[in-house]
């Protein structure tokens, strides 16, 4: 009988470890989006000041990371699906005032 729960706490405990490491993984890649999201608005802060290709390839290779980040999501839900929307979206109009500006100096 102590072997069985002996048995039975570690089973227990093991469980309690697992959810622990998936919600840890699941907590530093939310960390790695909001990261990604807050080093690209200071490369859309800079760039819209400097105008330069260095800010540019930050901002846009940020913006990658973000979609990359979304392309490893299992679940579709309405949150994901109009956050993947909105980071296209910022995405074209990115490229959008890019075209622009290369146009005025045309």
């Given amino acids: 009988m ?15 470890l697992k959810s622990y490491k998936n919600l840890s993984d699941e907590t530093s890649r939310i960390s790695e989006i909001e990261m990604n999201f807050f080093e690209a608005a200071l490369a859309l802060e800079d760039y819209v000041i400097y105008y ?3 800010t540019q390839k930050n901002f846009l290779i940020n ?3 973000i979609k ?10 309405t949150e994901i699906v109009n956050l993947k929307s ?11 005032g890019n075209l622009v500006q290369f146009r005025k100096g045309l």
């Fill in 86 to 96: 909105y980071v296209e979206t910022y995405e074209s109009l990115f490229n959008l």
């Fill in 52 to 54: 330069d290709a260095e």
């Fill in 2 to 16: 102590e072997n069985q729960i002996l048995i039975y706490s570690l089973i227990t405990s093991n469980q309690g």
């Fill in 63 to 65: 913006i990658s990371n």
């Fill in 68 to 77: 990359d980040d979304f392309m490893n999501e299992a679940s579709e839900s």
